[in-house]
């Protein structure tokens, strides 16, 4: 089954809007969060990752809030480009319960308008 | 330097047929791993190698999957007697992986399967 729920499976945003993708899961095991950016044609790059002892990650425009309580997590995208247009997947895993295989969620896939 | 790469880039076969996938993974990185990307579905974990280990293959659909890693390195997913269900983009990914649990898993550009 789907052990991560991802959310909305597609989004629109103007130039220099804020989207911001969800993600939740179930199994409290889950130690390591990484989103993935992925273009058309090409394999998925990492974007960010997190671990469930910070609340809030930030590398340039992307940021990860992490909800350790409500098992959440959500990546926002601050002054978006048409260049980010892209599918974005969010990811959970347990070394512990599933060695280092990443559970994906199922996508969203972003359209950034000029 | 080179990233990991993956042949052929698009393969066209017949229901019943079997079919390899070759992955290439970035050099000097121990683990290797596969996963399958289906429209609409995200990225389904297959099976993944960690050095000498026994591979996990807790991911495979059915027994027509398998998959070999070659002295360490290149790796092969065969899927024997295709099905039209196995129609899909397949991504190899490989890692260094880092003491904690936060190795960086680097992607192919992924081999599209078309079954017919």
């Known amino acids: 089954q789907q052990q991560v729920k991802q959310s909305p499976q597609s989004l629109i945003v103007q130039k220099g809007g804020i989207p911001i993708i969800n993600c939740a899961y179930e199994?409290?095991?889950?130690?390591?969060f990484p989103w993935y950016q992925q273009f058309p044609g090409k394999g998925p790059a990492l974007l960010i990752a997190?671990?469930?002892?910070?609340s809030e990650k930030k590398e340039g425009r992307f940021t990860i809030s992490f909800n350790k309580s409500a098992k959440q997590f959500s990546l926002h995208i601050m002054d978006s480009q048409p260049g980010d247009s892209a599918t974005y997947f969010c990811?959970?895993?347990?070394?512990?319960?599933?060695?280092?295989?990443?559970?994906f969620g199922k996508g969203t896939s972003l359209l950034v308008t000029p | 330097g080179a990233g990991v790469s993956q042949s052929p880039s698009n393969k066209v076969t017949e229901k019943g047929k079997d079919v390899e996938l070759r992955c290439d993974p970035i050099s000097g990185h121990t683990a290797l791993y596969w996963y399958r990307q289906s429209l609409g579905q995200g990225l389904e974990f297959l099976i993944y190698f960690q050095g000498n280990s026994a591979p996990d293959k807790s991911g495979l659909p059915s027994d027509r999957f398998s998959a070999e890693r070659t002295g360490g390195s290149v790796s092969t997913l065969t899927i024997q007697r295709t099905q039209q269900e196995d129609s899909a983009v397949y991504l190899c990914?490989?890692?260094?992986?880092?003491?904690?649990?936060?190795?960086?898993?680097?992607f192919g550009p992924g081999t599209r399967l078309t079954v017919l």
């Open positions: 997190i671990r469930p002892d910070v």
């Open positions: 990914a490989s890692s260094s992986l880092l003491a904690g649990g936060t190795d960086t898993q680097y």
């Open positions: 199994n409290t095991a889950f130690d390591y």
């Open positions: 990811a959970a895993r347990s070394i512990r319960n599933s060695g280092y295989a990443l559970n």
